[in-house]
Nanobody, 125 residues
Framework: QVQLVESGGGLVQAGGSLRLSCAAS????????MGWFRQAPGKEREFVAA????????YYADSVKGRFTISRDNTENTVYLQMNSLKPEDTAVYYC??????????????????WGKGTLVTVSS
Protein backbone atom coordinates (compact mmCIF):
# COMPACT_ATOMS: atom_id res chain seq x y z
CA GLN A 1 0.00 0.00 0.00
CA VAL A 2 1.05 3.53 -0.75
CA GLN A 3 -0.54 6.56 0.86
CA LEU A 4 -0.31 9.88 -0.97
CA VAL A 5 -1.12 13.30 0.48
CA GLU A 6 -1.08 16.42 -1.69
CA SER A 7 -0.62 19.97 -0.45
CA GLY A 8 0.15 23.42 -1.81
CA GLY A 9 -3.01 24.26 -3.68
CA GLY A 10 -4.73 27.60 -3.38
CA LEU A 11 -5.94 30.71 -5.15
CA VAL A 12 -3.52 32.56 -7.41
CA GLN A 13 -3.83 35.23 -10.07
CA ALA A 14 -3.14 34.47 -13.70
CA GLY A 15 0.59 34.61 -14.37
CA GLY A 16 1.41 33.55 -10.83
CA SER A 17 3.09 30.43 -9.49
CA LEU A 18 2.34 27.61 -7.08
CA ARG A 19 4.29 24.56 -5.97
CA LEU A 20 2.37 21.41 -5.17
CA SER A 21 3.81 18.68 -3.00
CA CYS A 22 2.84 15.04 -2.65
CA ALA A 23 4.13 13.16 0.38
CA ALA A 24 4.21 9.38 0.07
CA SER A 25 4.25 6.77 2.81
CA UNK A 26 3.94 3.03 2.95
CA UNK A 27 5.86 0.90 0.49
CA UNK A 28 9.25 1.93 -0.84
CA UNK A 29 8.96 5.24 -2.66
CA UNK A 30 11.72 4.38 -5.09
CA UNK A 31 9.71 1.42 -6.43
CA UNK A 32 7.28 3.82 -8.04
CA UNK A 33 7.08 6.28 -10.84
CA MET A 34 5.00 9.28 -9.82
CA GLY A 35 2.57 11.43 -11.68
CA TRP A 36 0.31 14.45 -11.44
CA PHE A 37 -3.17 14.60 -12.91
CA ARG A 38 -5.88 17.23 -12.78
CA GLN A 39 -9.63 17.31 -13.07
CA ALA A 40 -11.58 20.46 -13.82
CA PRO A 41 -15.32 20.71 -13.07
CA GLY A 42 -17.33 18.74 -15.59
CA LYS A 43 -14.24 17.29 -17.27
CA GLU A 44 -12.38 14.01 -17.15
CA ARG A 45 -9.21 13.56 -15.18
CA GLU A 46 -6.23 14.36 -17.39
CA PHE A 47 -2.53 13.61 -17.30
CA VAL A 48 -0.25 16.51 -16.37
CA ALA A 49 3.26 15.15 -15.71
CA ALA A 50 5.15 12.03 -14.69
CA UNK A 51 8.62 11.10 -13.49
CA UNK A 52 10.46 7.79 -13.02
CA UNK A 53 11.95 6.85 -9.67
CA UNK A 54 15.39 8.01 -10.77
CA UNK A 55 14.19 11.07 -12.64
CA UNK A 56 15.77 9.86 -15.87
CA UNK A 57 12.49 10.07 -17.73
CA UNK A 58 9.99 12.90 -17.43
CA TYR A 59 6.84 13.52 -19.45
CA TYR A 60 4.51 16.48 -19.65
CA ALA A 61 1.15 17.16 -21.21
CA ASP A 62 1.48 19.58 -24.11
CA SER A 63 -0.75 22.06 -22.30
CA VAL A 64 1.77 22.52 -19.47
CA LYS A 65 5.10 22.03 -21.24
CA GLY A 66 7.46 24.90 -20.54
CA ARG A 67 5.38 26.13 -17.59
CA PHE A 68 5.26 23.19 -15.16
CA THR A 69 8.17 21.20 -13.74
CA ILE A 70 7.89 17.86 -11.97
CA SER A 71 10.62 16.72 -9.59
CA ARG A 72 11.07 14.31 -6.72
CA ASP A 73 13.15 13.97 -3.58
CA ASN A 74 13.55 10.30 -2.76
CA THR A 75 15.12 11.11 0.60
CA GLU A 76 11.93 12.95 1.58
CA ASN A 77 9.51 10.59 -0.23
CA THR A 78 8.01 13.61 -1.93
CA VAL A 79 7.18 14.59 -5.48
CA TYR A 80 6.67 18.20 -6.50
CA LEU A 81 4.93 20.10 -9.26
CA GLN A 82 6.21 23.63 -9.80
CA MET A 83 3.61 25.56 -11.75
CA ASN A 84 4.55 28.87 -13.33
CA SER A 85 2.73 31.26 -15.65
CA LEU A 86 -0.57 29.88 -14.45
CA LYS A 87 -3.67 30.39 -16.58
CA PRO A 88 -7.36 30.29 -15.64
CA GLU A 89 -7.65 27.05 -17.61
CA ASP A 90 -5.23 25.43 -15.15
CA THR A 91 -7.96 25.64 -12.51
CA ALA A 92 -8.65 22.09 -11.30
CA VAL A 93 -8.22 19.62 -8.50
CA TYR A 94 -4.70 18.24 -8.81
CA TYR A 95 -4.05 14.63 -7.89
CA CYS A 96 -0.86 12.74 -7.20
CA UNK A 97 -0.54 9.15 -8.46
CA UNK A 98 1.90 6.29 -8.08
CA UNK A 99 2.57 3.23 -10.22
CA UNK A 100 5.65 1.13 -10.94
CA UNK A 101 5.38 1.94 -14.65
CA UNK A 102 5.68 5.49 -15.98
CA UNK A 103 4.10 4.22 -19.22
CA UNK A 104 0.99 3.22 -17.28
CA UNK A 105 0.83 6.60 -15.59
CA UNK A 106 1.00 8.36 -18.92
CA UNK A 107 -1.32 6.11 -20.92
CA UNK A 108 -3.54 3.99 -18.66
CA UNK A 109 -5.06 6.19 -15.99
CA UNK A 110 -7.58 3.47 -15.20
CA UNK A 111 -4.81 1.08 -14.20
CA UNK A 112 -3.37 3.39 -11.54
CA UNK A 113 -4.31 2.13 -8.10
CA UNK A 114 -2.66 4.68 -5.82
CA TRP A 115 -4.09 8.17 -5.71
CA GLY A 116 -4.06 11.08 -3.33
CA LYS A 117 -7.24 12.91 -2.40
CA GLY A 118 -6.32 15.99 -4.38
CA THR A 119 -5.60 19.66 -3.80
CA LEU A 120 -7.56 22.49 -5.40
CA VAL A 121 -5.81 25.05 -7.59
CA THR A 122 -7.83 28.09 -8.61
CA VAL A 123 -6.39 30.61 -11.05
CA SER A 124 -8.25 33.90 -11.31
CA SER A 125 -8.18 36.07 -14.41
Amino acid sequence: QVQLVESGGGLVQAGGSLRLSCAASGRSFVDYSMGWFRQAPGKEREFVAAITWSGDRIYYADSVKGRFTISRDNTENTVYLQMNSLKPEDTAVYYCAAHPSIWTIKHLVGAINYWGKGTLVTVSS
